[in-house]
C-alpha cells in the first residue's frame, strides 16, 4: 500500500509550507530520518526527514510550490512494491482532504442582529493577503473563552483576525476591535499604494516566512502601543575585562566570548532583577513569566529569526555563548526545529556588527520588551576629573509593550543592565 509524505506543522502558526527543493530524487532509497526535502515554513527553511522507509517513487509537489498542511508530497513504496494502478485517483483523494473547506458564509441571525444592535467597531489594522487567504477557510484557531463567546455574539470570524495574546491567541481586544460580521471594514476601502514598476525592476515574489514577518510586524506597530528609551553604556570595563577573559582562555584551550555573549547575560540578569519587564498581554490580564526565554535575533537570507535560549537564567555566560553558537549555526544550516522558537519571553537584538550606533526595535509579540544593541564606537568623554578623555561607548535601547511596562520599571531594568555591563565580573557570580 502506497504512503504519502505529506507536509508537516513546522510551527505552531503554519497552515502551508512552501516546498523550496527536493534533496532526494526520484527512484531514491529513503530511510526513517533521512533528509528529503526543505520546507520553508513561515518562521524559517527547515529540513525535513522521511517518517517512513521505502522508495520514492512520485514527486507530488513541485520546488516553489505552497502546499496545506497535511496535503500529500509524495509517494514512498515499500521496496519490491509495484504502485497501484488507481495511485492518481488516492493522490487526488488525499489533497482533497487536505484542502481547507470553505467557511460558512451566513451567520446565526441572532448573532447578526446582537451584532448590528452593538455598533460600529474599530476596523483590525489591515491584514497580509496571506493571512487573508486563510481567513477564508474553516481552519481551527486559538481564541480564549471570553474571545469566543464575544465573536459568537458579534458574528466575528475569528479566522479573519491576528491574535495578540501568548503564542498568537485571539483575546477579547482582538475581537471587540474587529468590524462586526468578520474581517470585512464598513465602508470604502483605502487602496494600497503601489509601486512604479519600470522595465528594468525585478518584481520577487515573497516568501512564506517574509510574508508572516510583515504581517506580525504590521500588527506589533498597529496593535501594540510602543515606547522607547536609549541609554548610553560605559563600554570600557566591559572590553577590557573581554580581552583579558580571552587571553586567558586561549592559554588554556578555553572559549572566545563575544561582546554579545556579556549582552545576553546582561539582560537575563537584568530580567530577574526587574521581572515585571519579562511579561506579556493577554486581554484582560498581563502573564508574568516565572523563566525567561531569551529571544536571539539572527540575520538569515529571507529575513531574521528569533530561536530562544530557553531558561536561560539557569545558564552561565559560558553556556549562553554556547547556546547562541548552537542557534546560530542551525540557522545557517536550516537545522532550527520548532521547539527552537518556542517559550520566548523577551528579545534582543544586536546591530552593532553592522555599525549602526543605535535603533529602536519593534516588539516581537507576544513579547512585552524588545532590546535594541548598537555598535561600540570611541569617543570624546569627561572623566571622573573633568578631562576630556577618549573613551568607549555603547548605545542600548528598549522598546516596550506600554500595556504591560511602565516607563520607570523598562528604565530601572536599562540602569540594572548598564551596572552590569560597566561592572561585567558580576555576570560570572
Given amino acids: 500500500m502506497p504512503k504519502f509524505i505529506e507536509m508537516p506543522k513546522l510551527s505552531d502558526t503554519m497552515t502551508e509550507g512552501t516546498l523550496a527543493k527536493w534533496t532526494v530524487k526520484e527512484g531514491d532509497k529513503v530511510t526513517v530520518g533521512k533528509a528529503i526535502a526543505d520546507i520553508e515554513t513561515d518562521k524559517a527553511t527547515m529540513e525535513y526527514a522521511s517518517p517512513f522507509e521505502g522508495v520514492l517513487h512520485k514527486f507530488i509537489a513541485m520546488p516553489g510550490g505552497k502546499v496545506p498542511l497535511g496535503a500529500p508530497l509524495a509517494v514512498i513504496l515499500e521496496d519490491d512494491e509495484a504502485a497501484p494502478a488507481n495511485l492518481d485517483e488516492l493522490i487526488a483523494k488525499a489533497q482533497a482532504a487536505a484542502a481547507p473547506a470553505p467557511a460558512a458564509e451566513k451567520k446565526p441571525a441572532a448573532a447578526a442582529a446582537k451584532a448590528a444592535s452593538a455598533g460600529p467597531r474599530l476596523p483590525l489594522a489591515p491584514q497580509h493577503k496571506s493571512r487573508a487567504a486563510a481567513g477564508n477557510a474553516n481552519l481551527r484557531v486559538k481564541a480564549s473563552p471570553l474571545a469566543k463567546k464575544i465573536a459568537a455574539e458579534r458574528g466575528v470570524d475569528l479566522n479573519t483576525l491576528i491574535g495578540t495574546g501568548p503564542g498568537g491567541r485571539i483575546v477579547r481586544e482582538d475581537v471587540e476591535n474587529a468590524p462586526v460580521g468578520g474581517g470585512a471594514s464598513r465602508g470604502p476601502a483605502t487602496p494600497a499604494i503601489r509601486p512604479v514598476i519600470g522595465p528594468d525592476d525585478e518584481r520577487v515574489p515573497t516568501s512564506s516566512m517574509r510574508n508572516i514577518i510583515a504581517e506580525r510586524l504590521l500588527a506589533s506597530k498597529t496593535q501594540i502601543p510602543h515606547f522607547y528609551l536609549q541609554m548610553e553604556v560605559d563600554a570600557a570595563p566591559l572590553m577590557e575585562f573581554r580581552a583579558h577573559l580571552n587571553a586567558a582562555n586561549e592559554k588554556t584551550g578555553g572559549v572566545k566570548y563575544t561582546v554579545n555573549d556579556f549582552i545576553l547575560k546582561a539582560v537575563v540578569r537584568a530580567a530577574q532583577a526587574q521581572p515585571a519587564i519579562n511579561a506579556a498581554w493577554d486581554g484582560d490580564a498581563i502573564v508574568k513569566f516565572k523563566s525567561v526565554g531569551l529571544s536571539v535575533a539572527i540575520a538569515i537570507d529571507d529575513g531574521l529569526v528569533t530561536p530562544v535560549i530557553k531558561q536561560a537564567e539557569k545558564k552561565t555566560l559560558l553556556e549562553i555563548s554556547q547556546s547562541v553558537k548552537d542557534l546560530a549555526g542551525k540557522a545557517k544550516n536550516k537545522k532550527l526545529s520548532p ?26 509579540p507576544p513579547q512585552a520588551a524588545i532590546v535594541a544593541i548598537g555598535s561600540i564606537r570611541k569617543a570624546a568623554v569627561v572623566n571622573d576629573k573633568g578631562q576630556v578623555v577618549v573613551g568607549q561607548r555603547m548605545w542600548v535601547g528598549l522598546s516596550g509593550d506600554h500595556r504591560v511596562v511602565d516607563g520607570a520599571v523598562a528604565a530601572t531594568f536599562l540602569a540594572e543592565m548598564r551596572k552590569l555591563l560597566e561592572n561585567p565580573a558580576l555576570m560570572l557570580v
Fill in 339 to 364: 521547539d527552537d522558537f518556542a517559550g520566548g519571553t523577551i528579545t534582543v537584538s544586536n546591530l552593532g556588527a553592522y555599525g549602526i550606533d543605535q535603533f529602536a526595535a519593534i516588539i516581537n
